[in-house]
Nanobody, 124 residues
Framework: QVQLVESGGGLVQAGGSLRLSCAAS????????MGWFRQAPEKEREFVAA????????VYADSVKGRFTISRDNAKNTVYLQMNSLKPEDTAVYYC?????????????????WGQGTQVTVSS
């Protein structure tokens, strides 16, 4: 089973930046598509971004396009989410997830493995 650990969350003012990291324990990390999701208080978990195993394909939610960038370093078994121009509505717990496919990367139920989440709070 793939184990994922997110880090890099914190408190930041609106307009600021954070970079989230997700470290994977699996030797086969490079074979997985990776996604980032977030869940705000009393809200459903929502898709943020996804990246294919070889970084050849990326998908972003409309709400973060132009502000967030997903990337991965397979040599380090790590996926990143660079978040710029943060807004208060970006406040949420951010989760990374892994799947062997890329058919429906925005769907929660496509991902078999999830991290524990890291809190991002953006103040106005």
């Amino acid at each position: 089973q793939v184990q994922l650990v997110e880090s890099g969350g914190g408190l930041v003012q609106a307009g600021g930046s954070l970079r989230l990291s997700c470290a994977a324990s699996a030797r086969t990390f490079s074979s997985y598509a990776m996604g980032w999701f977030r869940q705000a208080p009393e809200k459903e978990r929502e898709f943020v971004a996804a990246i294919s195993w070889n970084s050849g394909r990326t998908v972003y939610a409309d709400s973060v396009k132009g502000r967030f960038t997903i990337s991965r370093d397979n040599a380090k078994n790590t996926v990143y989410l660079q978040m710029n121009s943060l807004k208060p509505e970006d406040t949420a717990v951010y989760y990374c997830a892994a799947d062997r496919g890329f058919g429906r990367p925005s769907r929660v139920d496509e991902y078999a493995y999830w991290g524990q989440g890291t809190q991002v709070t953006v103040s106005s």
